[in-house]
């Protein structure tokens, strides 16, 4: 990560606090991932035709077998990723794998993890009240989610999706705040444009702060750079949009230190506390 760039203590914080570990910049994890994604966000280090559910690319695995999987390794990793892609398309994903650790009793042993992008609101639509519940009280587990742009413009430009998207990110990360889940965020802030970079920075932490005031500090800027299956995607623009992302860091640095004091921006970042949800639970 460039200097000025904060750094990502993402899973490794919530990991070693679940699991009574010593921090560390560097820990183990297995790897599973979904291939399919609804967006295609041009810096994905992830080949575009391992993203579209390709059977060549993929096959169809249950919970148990993934566990079987990480079981034959001749030491396991302590923290099990489901990736992407987007996890959930799969809504039940994280539901059967948590079932799936609980029946072997590794709960004390496996720290779950996933990503989310934010783009449908299948947690809700295919899974019961109860089996949120499951998954919200589950308390070795943890859920980030990447806010794909700092404005419409940007958020379409990086993910080829329609502008009407932006929105939704801020109103399911709002729900998925009141159900209880070890939550935190990324943002990426690659953009076509710089002008009125810190109005329109201004605004971004103005939404994050609508669906909880601390959630910028729960929220892990990540720097883009160039992996080699993006190398064939990148244009002049996206050259640029890549030395714009410096200009945006800069204005959400600036952001945070308007709105929160140096000690609140030193505090771990599993030490953030959000509001109390709805339902009664602290979060």
């Given at each position: 990560?460039?200097?000025c760039w904060?750094s990502?203590?993402?899973?490794?914080d919530?990991a070693?606090?679940?699991?009574?570990?010593d921090?560390?910049?560097?820990?183990?994890a297995?790897?599973?991932?979904?291939?399919?994604?609804?967006?295609?966000?041009?810096?994905?280090?992830?080949?575009?035709?391992?993203?579209?559910a390709?059977?060549?690319?993929?096959?169809?695995?249950t919970?148990?077998?993934?566990?079987?999987?990480?079981?034959?390794?001749?030491?396991?990793?302590?923290?099990?990723?489901?990736?992407?892609g987007?996890?959930?398309?799969v809504?039940?994903?994280?539901?059967w794998?948590?079932?799936?650790?609980?029946?072997?009793?590794?709960?004390?042993q496996?720290?779950?993890?996933?990503?989310?992008?934010?783009?449908?609101?299948?947690?809700?639509r295919?899974?019961?009240?109860?089996e949120r519940?499951i998954?919200?009280?589950?308390?070795?587990?943890?859920?980030?989610?990447c806010f794909k742009?700092?404005?419409?413009?940007?958020?379409?430009?990086?993910?080829?999706a329609?502008?009407?998207?932006?929105d939704?990110q801020?109103?399911?990360?709002?729900?998925?705040?009141?159900?209880?889940?070890?939550?935190?965020?990324?943002a990426?802030?690659t953009?076509?444009?710089?002008?009125?970079?810190?109005?329109?920075?201004?605004?971004f932490?103005?939404r994050?702060?609508?669906?909880?005031?601390?959630?910028?500090?729960?929220?892990?800027?990540?720097?883009?750079?160039?992996f080699?299956?993006?190398?064939?995607r990148?244009?002049?623009v996206?050259q640029?949009?890549?030395k714009?992302?410096?200009?945006?860091?800069e204005?959400?640095?600036?952001?945070l230190?308007?709105r929160?004091?140096?000690?609140e921006?030193?505090?771990?970042i599993?030490d953030?506390?959000f509001?109390?949800?709805?339902?009664?639970?602290?979060?």
């Amino acid at each position: 990560t460039t200097s000025c760039w904060p750094s990502n203590p993402l899973p490794l914080d919530p990991a070693a606090k679940v699991l009574g570990l010593d921090k560390s910049n560097l820990i183990l994890a297995q790897v599973f991932q979904n291939a399919a994604c609804n967006w295609r966000c041009w810096y994905c280090f992830v080949p575009f035709n391992l993203l579209n559910a390709n059977p060549e690319y993929s096959k169809w695995v249950t919970a148990s077998e993934l566990l079987d999987l990480y079981l034959s390794e001749p030491n396991p990793p302590r923290i099990i990723d489901l990736t992407g892609g987007q996890p959930d398309l799969v809504p039940e994903w994280v539901l059967w794998m948590i079932q799936e650790i609980k029946m072997r009793g590794l709960e004390s042993q496996i720290y779950l993890w996933s990503d989310d992008n934010l783009s449908n609101d299948y947690f809700w639509r295919f899974l019961s009240e109860t089996e949120r519940e499951i998954v919200a009280t589950y308390p070795s587990y943890g859920r980030v989610c990447c806010f794909k742009g700092f404005n419409e413009e940007s958020f379409s430009f990086n993910t080829s999706a329609h502008e009407n998207c932006y929105d939704q990110q801020f109103s399911l990360m709002k729900r998925l705040i009141a159900l209880g889940i070890d939550l935190y965020a990324y943002a990426t802030f690659t953009s076509p444009s710089t002008s009125n970079i810190a109005e329109d920075m201004a605004r971004f932490v103005d939404r994050l702060q609508v669906v909880d005031h601390n959630l910028p500090l729960r929220t892990v800027p990540l720097e883009v750079k160039i992996f080699t299956p993006v190398k064939r995607r990148l244009t002049d623009v996206h050259q640029d949009a890549m030395k714009n992302q410096f200009f945006a860091i800069e204005a959400w640095q600036e952001e945070l230190s308007r709105r929160f004091s140096n000690y609140e921006r030193q505090i771990c970042i599993t030490d953030i506390p959000f509001s109390t949800s709805p339902c009664g639970r602290a979060i």
